[in-house]
């Protein structure tokens, strides 16, 4: 049986859990060929997964029997690409972020939505079992009300990965640890909480790297719900640790470490469900399953098919986006700084 044909667009290292997870839903996605600027590397991934290579962006523009794109580009790549996609009717996954800036990834938003295309992210986080069991407590409201949140992204990198012309600048990344690492866990915390109010931060970057923007951030939060919360992140911390989501309710606590998740209810129960898995915290940044991936990537095809919005939108992903803007704004500007606001479509 035939899948639903797509094409991948950049090969550097964070194709390589969309390449597994591609190989993993055979039959239902098929992999219509992969496109890279540097035509050698396309040619290596080529015949290992033994998939065509395209020529061009343009090609995979034209080719009528493509439904979507999955777009693994740095962030300053994007505009482009995706008026291209967008305009010849081609449904588009992009990895996170979006775009450098919110103000950029909202255009995008709005060039997808203009064209009537699907706009997915890959924030896959949100398809651990654990998270998903997390969503459901939350949604169930067996938390209680929220009263205070924290997370702590304690990574390493060395130096080699900063060392990549681009890495870590505002040019091509749009900043450093904030949107490149710590995007994940905070998107998932927004699923969760709902909104920032309001943020006060300190971006910086410490002794221990050179790059342009920070490698080390820290945040005290307040949520539209009334609850407080704290963000600290950073890829200094030597050899790099599992990250961490912590939320404190009236009617008990909940801590979602990487894979696995530990909740403590006042009444003296509690369950655990899941372990701690690779994430990527050390210093190879793709330590860490497909399987994350592959229901991302399915649950993108099915919104084709069923016609409705995939799980994580670029609307939806634009709460981040404006999180981490904020959190910068804040650091710069030596204030507090209002979080601007974004209804999830």
């Known amino acids: 049986m035939t899948g639903t044909r797509v094409?991948?667009?950049?090969?550097?290292?964070?194709?390589k859990p969309h390449l597994e997870a591609l190989q993993q839903l055979a039959g239902k996605v098929?992999?219509?060929?992969?496109?890279?600027?540097?035509?050698?590397?396309?040619?290596?991934?080529?015949?290992?997964?033994?998939v065509p290579v395209f020529d061009s962006v343009e090609e995979i523009?034209?080719?009528?029997?493509?439904?979507?794109?999955?777009?693994?580009?740095?962030?300053?790549?994007?505009?482009?690409?995706?008026?291209?996609f967008a305009a010849a009717g081609k449904h588009i996954l992009t990895e996170k972020p979006i775009e450098r800036s919110s103000e950029q990834a909202?255009?995008?938003?709005?060039?997808?939505?203009?064209?009537?295309?699907?706009?997915?992210?890959?924030f896959q986080n949100r398809f651990r079992v654990s998270a998903q069991r997390l969503?459901?407590?939350?949604?169930?409201?067996?938390?209680?009300?929220?009263?205070?949140?924290?997370?702590?992204?304690?990574?390493?990198?060395?130096?080699?990965?900063?060392?990549?012309?681009?890495?870590?600048?505002?040019?091509?990344?749009?900043?450093?640890?904030?949107?490149?690492?710590?995007?994940?866990?905070?998107?998932?915390?927004?699923?969760?909480?709902?909104?920032?109010?309001?943020?006060?931060?300190m971006c910086t970057t410490t002794p221990l790297h050179t790059l342009e923007a920070e490698d080390f951030a820290a945040g005290c939060l307040r949520f539209v719900s009334g609850a407080v919360g704290s963000i600290v992140?950073?890829?200094?911390?030597?050899?790099?640790?599992a990250e961490t989501l912590s939320i404190d309710g009236t009617k008990g606590s909940a801590t979602l470490e990487a894979g696995r998740l530990m909740v403590h209810y006042r009444d003296g129960s509690s369950e655990e469900l899941g372990e701690t898995t690779g994430t990527g915290g050390g210093a190879d940044p793709m330590a860490f399953p497909c399987d994350w991936h592959r229901d991302l990537i399915e649950d993108f095809v099915?919104?084709?098919?069923?016609?409705?919005?995939?799980?994580?939108?670029?609307r939806e992903g634009l709460r981040v986006h404006q999180l981490i803007d904020a959190l910068v704004a804040s650091s710069r500007q030596g204030k507090l700084v209002e979080v601007a606001a974004e209804s999830a479509g």
């Open 106 to 122: 909202s255009a995008l938003v709005e060039i997808c939505e203009a064209a009537g295309v699907k706009f997915g992210v890959v």
């Open 7 to 15: 094409a991948l667009i950049g090969l550097g290292m964070a194709s």
């Open 233 to 241: 992140a950073t890829t200094a911390a030597y050899p790099g640790g």
């Open 135 to 201: 969503t459901s407590i939350m949604r169930e409201g067996l938390l209680g009300d929220i009263a205070s949140v924290r997370v702590q992204v304690p990574w390493w990198r060395e130096q080699s990965y900063y060392d990549v012309p681009g890495r870590g600048s505002y040019a091509r990344d749009g900043g450093g640890v904030l949107i490149s690492q710590a995007i994940h866990v905070m998107d998932l915390m927004l699923s969760l909480t709902g909104p920032a109010e309001s943020v006060q931060a």
């Open 30 to 50: 098929e992999l219509a060929g992969v496109f890279n600027r540097s035509k050698p590397r396309a040619l290596e991934v080529a015949e290992t997964y033994g």
């Open 302 to 314: 099915d919104s084709i098919h069923s016609d409705s919005q995939p799980r994580i939108s670029g």
């Open 61 to 84: 523009a034209a080719d009528e029997s493509i439904a979507a794109v999955i777009l693994v580009t740095p962030p300053d790549q994007r505009e482009a690409l995706v008026r291209m």
